[in-house]
């Protein structure tokens, strides 16, 4: 079953990057987030995230490879 919402950190081990680099990015809403009542935390939901990734993969194929 998907779950509906993940913690930063199991966000930043999706992602394959620090965790600090993820509270970064959910703290300035790059990646958008929800504050959960009662969890006393941000959680990211599951499609904002595959959003965040599509925009991430788009971006990417339109600046093209750089070499030095």
């Known amino acids: 079953m998907q779950k509906a919402f993940y913690r ?21 809403g790059e990646i958008p987030s929800v504050y959960l009542a009662g969890r006393r935390s941000r959680r990211v939901h599951y499609l904002e995230l595959e959003k965040w990734i599509a925009r991430q ?11 030095p």
Not at 17 to 23: D, E, R, V
């Open 8 to 28: 930063i950190t199991e966000v930043a081990e999706i992602l394959g990057i620090g965790k600090s680099l993820a509270y970064q990015l959910v703290a300035s």
């Open 57 to 67: 993969a788009e971006a990417g194929t339109q600046q093209g490879p750089t070499f």
